[in-house]
């Protein structure tokens, strides 16, 4: 009896003293649709998450669930970060989207921060990367690299985030290759490593020798390695243990600057409601090294395209280009405006096939 | 030596038992799972069976313990009809996703006209969904003697394609930008399937779950069709001395089990969830599997079992924030549940006899 009673009190005394210390931290929560270990999407949030973590130091206190479903479950788990106490609270997929909305009108004192998505609120943020950048350097390189002149192409969902990017790639490649041809796979996954890894098969038996891929495994990179001459790239994740063959370069996100600098806000009192989208230049999007098998000439092709983004002397959506029925999209000179980048819906000439609908 | 001795009769004390000792075994198994991670287990198990009805938040958990568990209570109630004939419908997240797709679908279409009857004709619309996704294994079945276990199951996977193609074609937000998925329902007040009490958690699902317990309760009880399947899970030869007739069994129990299945998507779609998107399936029509075994196949042990895998749902969650917890650990606990029920159940059917070693040679 006595014993527990002590012990009583000492958890009673315990956790008023917690409580005293989190009253002063920032309470930062990270939601992730994937494991935190998936070595790409997931795992680059949840690194950049403990990054900030790490440059606050003892203000900051970090809490995360993975897995969220989209849906019904993802809009319990931020209702339940926010009862809890949370500050700021980072939805890193699209599909969160409408949960998060719903989430902020019940919660008005705390911050969220939806990844991808396009509704904003007095207290809903939204940010996002423009990997299109990352994806011109990308198809300068496959287009150079190719030497049966496929392109395969792993694709997640035909959503405009997924189709800027092929495009973008597409645009480049043939740029520097005009006999390029681009194969396109559906694997309507962000991430699976048995069907990337089908996926890539697939296109390296269709006679693709340079394989890009919007999903976020390495199963594409070990298939590559299987399959010999073929040519990877890193995505979300620089996965350099696959360089520097097949693996000779890739778009890394780099989400930490972005979250200590929101974070900062929500402590400064400063947060307001933004609508974010970043490329190279403010360092969203990194390019991982080019590898040694890339020849030298070619690597400075690359290299200039990317000084070019990021001096804003050149958008990798210039024209004169054409939607994929002929029809003109971009007059010579011509620059897309974000508007009609974020619902890009179809594709630019010469690409074949059909979007899926 | 310890013998298993089968039991000329399954014994009735322990299939209430077997259910509450797997669910302790798991408890004690995932205890020390949760500590071999470095976590307090008893902390980790008082999170995830008391936080969610007691804690400070409660108010807020307690609802979502209804949300959660009102699909799985309902899918469960259709599934147990027919695995109590011995009739294996293991496609019931095809149904899900299919009932939730033409029930939406009715909505989307007669977008943005509002009428009393909406909503009703929804239902219908979702139930017939996923009763015409149940037919296919069933009528298969019937007519060319296929395997509804394989059917089913692989017929969740054309759903699921077919809801991908639903999320980005032709019911795709048109003022969505291009993204996938479709109008929210949520702010379609016709369509919606709001809270009947704000703040309640009950939503139309979960009356249909409760009304749906007591027809099963009373079919099995009292009603021949009842009788029927019962008597064909347990005696498949007497039941054909009674008169049953298997076809028309198979297409009651997957139809059934299907509209109800189907009934329990458009509830999601329409309420919790608010829009078809490609991720809408979530796993509900795999999880009443476990349900509907944990629960017994009985109407009653199904509520019971819906509302403690919800709890084990909603406190994970909690377990996962809170202590840092992995979502891996918690499936795994979740996985544990199951696991013991099947190994317990032995039990149920054999009595363990404790003998001398000569006896045994």
């Known amino acids: ?357 | 030596m310890i013998r298993l001795e089968k039991r000329p009769q399954p014994s009735q004390l322990w299939t209430y038992l077997t259910p509450v000792l797997a669910v302790l075994l798991t408890m004690i198994a995932g205890g020390a799972l949760f500590a071999f991670l470095g976590k307090d287990p008893f902390e980790a198990i008082r999170t995830i069976f008391w936080d969610p009805l007691f804690s400070e938040f409660a108010f807020y958990y307690r609802p979502q313990l209804l949300v959660k568990g009102a699909p799985l209570v309902l899918i469960a109630i259709g599934l147990s009809l027919g695995f109590r004939a011995g009739i294996w419908n293991i496609g019931a997240e095809g149904q899900y996703i299919v009932g939730a797709i033409c029930g939406a679908g009715v909505a989307l279409a007669l977008y943005p006209m509002e009428a009393f009857w909406l909503f009703p004709a929804m239902v219908i619309a979702g139930a017939l969904g996923g009763m015409l996704w149940a037919m296919i294994p069933a009528l298969l079945k019937v007519k060319f003697g296929t395997n509804e276990i394989l059917v089913s199951l692989m017929l969740v996977y054309v759903a699921e394609n077919l809801l991908a193609s639903m999320a980005v074609g032709l019911l795709k937000n048109p003022e969505g930008f291009g993204f996938p998925g479709s109008r929210n329902l949520q702010q379609y007040p016709s369509a919606h399937n709001a809270e009947l009490i704000t703040g309640s958690g009950m939503h139309w699902g979960v009356v249909a779950a409760l009304i749906a317990v007591i027809f099963a309760y009373v079919l099995l009880n009292r009603h021949m069709l009842g009788f029927h399947i019962r008597l064909t899970g347990e005696a498949p030869r007497a039941a054909r001395f009674a008169g049953v007739r298997p076809a028309r069994l198979i297409l009651f129990c997957l139809g059934t089990s299907g509209a109800l299945a189907g009934m329990a998507g458009l509830f999601e779609v329409s309420g919790p969830s608010g829009q078809i998107g490609i991720d809408f399936g979530s796993g509900y029509g795999f999880t009443a599997i476990i349900v509907a075994f944990l629960g017994r196949l009985h109407p009653v042990g199904i509520l019971l079992a819906g509302g403690l895998m919800a709890l084990t749902y909603i406190g994970g969650e909690i377990a996962q924030s809170n202590l840092g917890l992995p979502s891996s650990a918690i499936q795994l606990f979740q996985g544990m549940l199951l696991f013991f029920l099947l190994a317990v159940d032995v039990l149920t059917n054999f009595r363990i006899r404790l003998t001398n070693k000569a006896e045994v040679a």
């Open chain 1, 1 to 357: 009896m006595k014993l527990t009673k002590l012990l009583t009190t000492a958890a009673m005394a315990l956790g008023l003293a917690t409580a005293a210390v989190a009253a002063d931290k920032t309470k930062v929560g990270f939601i992730y649709v994937g494991p935190r270990n998936d070595g790409g999407w997931s795992q680059h949030h949840h690194e950049a998450a403990v990054e900030m973590a790490k440059h606050f130091g003892d203000k900051v206190e970090i809490v995360e669930q993975e897995n969220v479903p989209e849906g019904a479950d993802a809009e319990r788990v931020i209702t339940q970060m926010a009862l809890q106490g949370a500050d700021l609270i980072f939805t890193t997929s699209f599909g969160f989207m409408d949960p998060t909305v719903n989430v902020a009108k019940k919660f008005p004192n705390v911050k969220f921060e939806h990844a991808t998505g396009y509704k904003t609120a007095p207290n809903v943020s939204v940010y996002s990367a423009r990997f299109y950048e990352g994806r011109a350097i990308q198809g300068t390189l496959a287009g150079r690299m190719t030497k049966s002149n496929v392109v395969g192409y792993i694709a997640s969902y035909p959503i405009p985030e997924v189709i800027r990017g092929i495009n973008s790639a597409y645009i480049h490649a043939k740029k520097v290759n005009p006999n390029v041809k681009f194969k396109i796979v559906w694997a309507f996954t962000w991430f699976d490593p048995a069907k990337e890894a089908d996926a890539a098969k697939v296109l390296i038996e269709q006679g693709a020798d340079v394989i890009l891929q919007h999903t976020d495994s390495t199963a594409p990179h070990a298939a590559a390695q299987a399959a010999g001459n073929v040519y990877t790239f890193g995505q979300a994740a620089d996965m350099a243990e696959y360089g520097p063959m097949p693996r000779i370069s890739s778009i890394i996100d780099v989400w930490a600057p972005y979250y200590i600098q929101r974070t900062q806000a929500v402590i400064d009192g400063s947060w307001a409601s933004v609508n974010t989208w970043d490329g190279i230049k403010a360092g969203m999007v990194g390019i991982g090294e080019i590898s040694d098998v890339v020849p030298a000439d070619v690597k400075a092709e690359a290299v200039a395209l990317q000084d070019a983004i990021v001096s804003g002397a050149y958008h990798p959506f210039t024209g004169p280009l054409n939607k994929q029925d002929g029809t003109p999209w971009l007059a010579a000179g011509e620059v897309a405006d974000d508007g009609a980048l974020a619902g890009l819906n179809f594709y630019v000439e010469g690409i074949e096939g059909a979007i899926p609908q």
